[in-house]
């Protein structure tokens, strides 16, 4: 079976970190781009980052630019979002994704994406 399982969320504080893990099971992640979504409630799922198959180019959206870092390591089939200097409206569920095609083509395009984590809840909050 296919899939793909986020962990490492949780409570945090305002200014707090987390990283999340984005863990592949059933294929390889070697030839996919992947995704870092959230989804707040009421909201529409919003892209975040996203990261080339090799891992050599990552884009972020102006709203976590400076604050989260994505990275990957094939080996260990995982991608990760290191979440730093947290925010409440940081506050949702969030869900990697993964596409296996180039990653400019996808990057925040939900609707162009293979296959799906269940997503993580991070909430921050004092």
């Known amino acids: 079976q296919l899939q793909l399982v986020e962990s490492g969320g949780g409570l945090v504080q305002p200014g707090g970190s987390l990283r999340l893990s984005c863990a592949a099971s059933?294929?390889?992640?070697?030839?996919?781009?992947i995704g870092w979504f959230r989804q707040a409630p009421g909201k529409e799922r919003e892209g975040l980052s996203c990261i080339s198959s090799s891992g050599g180019s990552t884009d972020y959206v102006d709203s976590v630019k400076g604050r989260f870092t994505i990275s990957r390591d094939n080996a260990k089939n995982t991608v990760y979002l290191q979440m730093n200097s947290l925010k409440p409206e940081d506050t949702a569920v969030y869900y990697c994704a993964a596409a296996r095609t180039y990653w400019k083509d996808v990057c925040y395009v939900k609707e162009k994406y293979d296959y799906w984590g269940q997503g993580t809840q991070v909430t921050v909050s004092s």
């Open positions: 059933g294929f390889t992640l070697d030839y996919y781009a």
